[in-house]
T-cell receptor, first 116, second 116 residues
Framework: DTEVTQTPKHLVMGMTNKKSLKCEQH?????MYWYKQKAKKPPELMFV???????INESVPSRFSPECPNSSLLNLHLHALQPEDSALYLC???????????????FGQGTRLTVV | AQSVSQHNHHVILSEAASLELGCNYS??????LFWYVQYPGQHLQLLLK??????LVKGIKGFEAEFIKSKFSFNLRKPSVQWSDTAEYFC??????????????FGQGTTLQVKP
């Protein structure tokens, strides 16, 4: 199984709503990632979890709150978002490289988020 | 600033034409290198990867890439493109000192349009 599963596929939320994006992988990967991708742009890293601990936060606003309940699951909690936060949110997972070993990332299909 | 550059933003080719997409990075030290493809409406898929060893790497769907360390380049090639290769192509780098994670820095992407 080399899949990363994200739910929901589409989400429309108001600026006062609270919602969560979910991501799951069963490849035994100990690193998981959230990326944000705007239309016609490359993915931009938001967060990295290593061994269920937050290891990288790329200066993401606090209205985005990541959570890693266990080694297979990654959530992104959303609160008080702005219309400019509308984007495709991608989850990915990989092994932990160690001395620049295999760090191939597997991506989910993403959640297309629209903030109204 | 350290970055990943893709020289071609939009490439239009006829079927059976040869393809070469440029990618340069500005990180010193050991890096892992990737090319990803994103077909319309689909998720990112790995085309090929370079970690070490033979600098000429072969990927899926007839794609190959050559790592030239002295030029900080990792160009993607395909001898004969097909209409089904129409997609967005992203070069990505796993930079040094990424906490052994698969953190990726993406280039801006190249839109490839293949005319039948």
């Amino acid at each position: 199984d080399t899949e990363v599963t994200q739910t929901p596929k589409h989400l429309v939320m108001g600026m006062t709503n609270k919602k969560s994006l979910k991501c799951e992988q069963h490849m035994g990967h100990r690193a998981m990632y959230w990326y944000k991708q705007k239309a016609k742009k490359p993915p931009e890293l938001m967060f990295v979890y290593s061994y269920e601990k937050l290891s990288i936060n790329e200066s993401v606003p606090s209205r985005f709150s990541p959570e890693c309940p266990n080694s297979s699951l990654l959530n992104l909690h959303l609160h008080a978002l702005q219309p400019e936060d509308s984007a495709l949110y991608l989850c990915a997972s990989s092994q932990l490289g160690g001395e620049m070993g295999n760090t191939e990332a597997f991506f989910g299909q993403g959640t297309r988020l629209t903030v109204v | 600033a350290q970055s990943v550059s893709q020289h071609n933003h939009h490439v239009i080719l006829s079927e059976a034409a040869s393809l070469e997409l440029g990618c340069n990075y500005s990180y010193g030290g050991t890096v892992n290198l990737f090319w990803y493809v994103q077909y319309p409406g689909q998720h990112l898929q790995l085309l090929l990867k370079y970690f070490s060893g033979d600098p000429l790497v072969k990927g899926i769907k007839g794609f190959e890439a050559e790592f030239i360390k002295s030029k900080f380049s990792f160009n993607l090639r395909k001898p004969s493109v097909q209409w089904s290769d129409t997609a967005e192509y992203f070069c990505a780098v796993n930079p040094p000192f990424s906490s052994n994670t698969g953190k990726l820095i993406f280039g801006q992407g190249t839109t490839l349009q293949v005319k039948p």
